[in-house]
């Protein structure tokens, strides 16, 4: 039973460049949400995929855009990176949306430079 | 928004001590979540709490609800080098995503 997978693991881009990050949900979950983490503070909410339309978003710009598929893989895309994006990115599946919890994945670490 | 607060930042204790973390939130929380992030690793989910003044026990570790169900704490017994790690509670309130704490890293010197 795989869990939450994401893709790429690392990436180093420079500032104005975009991004395109990858995940899979958990086998079974419906729900998508992104996260970004930095040094050294808790998972921040980008927004939240369910059935393919964003149904919750966090206080990030319209940099930040994402999509889901019809078989529940997301993607989230960042546009005009700043060197302030620099950060794990990390993606969490559950079933429904809301506050269920969240199973993980190992994220990727996006380093602006 | 709705924040939640996470005391300490950062505690060093030596192994077979004990160890506590709150949280607490200026606003009553429906539900709480309680993760643990190891070094270089991802959030785990441990548990959710729901109602007032709820405890509940996984082993060694002990999880607590505020009977205003406005603050939380895990406590940890006799605490393990297995122990290490970032443990975060979040606000899991409705239908909203979760509200993370700023997390307290726990280091346990054997």
């Known amino acids: 039973d795989a869990g939450v997978t994401q893709s790429p693991t690392h990436l180093i881009k420079t500032r104005g460049q975009q991004v395109t990050l990858r995940c899979s949900p958990k086998?079974?979950?419906?729900?998508v949400s992104w996260y970004q983490q930095a040094l050294g503070q808790g998972p921040q909410f980008i927004f939240q995929?369910?059935?393919?339309?964003?149904?919750q978003r966090g206080n990030f710009p319209d940099r930040f855009s994402g999509h889901q598929f019809p078989n529940y893989s997301s993607e989230l895309n960042v546009n005009a990176l700043l060197l302030g994006d620099s950060a794990l990115y990390l993606c969490?599946?559950?079933?429904?949306?809301?506050?269920?919890?969240?199973?993980f994945g190992d994220g990727t670490r996006l380093s602006i430079l | 928004g709705q924040q939640v607060m996470q005391i300490p930042q950062y505690q060093h204790v030596q192994e077979g001590e004990d160890f506590t973390t709150y949280c607490n939130s200026s606003?009553?929380?429906?539900?709480i979540q309680w993760y643990k992030q190891r070094p270089g690793g991802h959030p785990v989910f441990l548990i959710q709490?729901?109602?007032?003044?709820e405890v509940k026990k996984q082993k060694r570790l002990t999880f607590q609800f505020g009977e205003a169900k406005k603050n939380s704490s895990l406590h940890i017994t006799a605490t393990q080098t297995t122990d290490v790690g970032t443990y975060f509670c979040?606000?899991?309130?409705?239908?909203?995503?979760?509200?993370f704490g700023s997390g307290t890293r726990l280091q346990v010197q054997p």
């Open positions: 969490a599946s559950s079933q429904g949306q809301g506050s269920q919890p969240q199973h």
């Open positions: 086998s079974g979950h419906d729900t």
């Open positions: 995929y369910y059935e393919e339309e964003e149904r």
């Open positions: 606003t009553t929380l429906s539900n």
């Open positions: 709490l729901v109602k007032s003044g």
């Open positions: 979040a606000d899991s309130t409705g239908r909203r995503a979760l509200t």
